[in-house]
């Protein structure tokens, strides 16, 4: 097992912007799994909210030896880090009781929004290319979600839907300010033990934490481990290092794309038109974000 130690915060020649991309889109990719994964545990019995400790705990467990040699302050930035996933997945639940998944996850991914208007905030204006990526990206989303339908007039629940937004957005921007340089992994150990214990709490409050049972149960539960943690999270976190919370983001708005591409072959759900335009627009979008614009701001200081 390596030693976090010998790799952190020694700093690497320029990586190629070109792997931060193709590792945001695997992030995207990864990620769009657990919405069949999801489907697939409410069917063997296990909710989603009861599943999200046993997937979280079981990646802690194997990625802590990763974790060895991290100074205390780097762990207490990725644990912060960590929270902030833990809020945002909390408030992205909180919205799907109140309104359509559709309108949460339309919400949702308003996150680059709330990542170019934090860097701004910060002294980073987002570029022309940037800004028209992210109104491409939104009008893909639309046709690929759909738009919010006469169920969606719940305030709190929309209220929620942004709050995940918001906070996912700061989680990514806290993770290029707070951890670029980590090794990958130890940060998403320390993001996995953070969930963990929250969402074991949580669901210990709410009577919710039950223990898997029979090989379904924790297949799907390896599934969640495996590809959407396991592969998206340090994939997002390396993309994030190389090309930035911004582009990252934009980037990882093609997950509802690849989930609707992943039920088509496997739920064997159909594809309208407007999903394969939509999903045009999304693409569009994510090219468009990796063009490099003139920009006024002053650098991050990380």
Do not use: C, H, I
């Given at each position: 097992m390596p030693d976090a130690a010998s790799t952190f915060p020694r700093t690497a020649a320029p990586v190629s912007a070109r792997a931060g991309v193709l590792l945001a889109l695997l992030a995207a990719l990864g990620f769009s799994s657990l919405g069949i994964l999801g489907k697939l545990s409410v069917q063997v019995g296990l909710p989603a909210l009861s599943a999200l400790p046993w997937r979280f705990g079981l990646v802690a467990l194997l990625l802590l030896p990763w974790s060895r040699g991290v100074s205390w302050a780097v762990r207490g930035r990725m644990l912060g880090v960590g929270l902030l996933y833990c809020l945002a997945t909390h408030a992205y639940f909180l919205a799907l009781t109140r309104i359509s998944a559709g309108a949460t996850s339309l919400l949702l991914y308003l996150a680059p929004a709330f990542v170019l208007l934090y860097s701004a905030?910060?002294?980073?204006?987002?570029?022309?290319?940037?800004?028209?990526?992210?109104?491409?990206?939104?009008?893909?989303?639309?046709?690929?979600?759909?738009?919010?339908?006469?169920?969606?007039?719940?305030?709190?629940?929309?209220?929620?839907?942004?709050?995940?937004?918001?906070?996912?957005?700061?989680?990514?921007?806290?993770?290029?300010?707070?951890?670029?340089?980590?090794?990958?992994?130890?940060?998403?150990?320390?993001?996995?033990?953070?969930?963990?214990?929250?969402f074991a709490v949580l669901d210990g409050a709410s009577g919710q934490l039950v223990v898997p049972q029979g090989a379904q149960q924790w297949g799907v539960i390896a599934g969640m481990a495996l590809l959407p943690t396991l592969l998206a999270v340090p994939s997002l976190y390396g993309a994030i290092a190389r090309i930035g919370a911004a582009r990252a983001s934009l980037l990882a708005t093609t997950e509802p794309l690849w989930t609707v591409l992943l039920a088509a072959l496997f739920l064997h759900d159909s594809l309208r038109l407007a999903v394969l335009l939509g999903g045009g627009f999304i693409l569009a979008g994510a090219l468009l974000a990796q063009v490099r614009g003139r920009s006024t701001a002053a650098p991050l200081e990380l």
């Open positions: 905030l910060w002294g980073r204006r987002p570029t022309r290319p940037q800004q028209g990526a992210l109104l491409l990206t939104l009008l893909g989303l639309l046709l690929v979600v759909g738009l919010p339908g006469g169920q969606d007039k719940n305030v709190l629940g929309l209220g929620f839907g942004v709050l995940a937004a918001a906070l996912y957005g700061g989680y990514l921007l806290a993770s290029e300010r707070w951890l670029t340089g980590a090794p990958p992994l130890a940060s998403t150990a320390a993001m996995s033990l953070s969930a963990a214990v929250y």
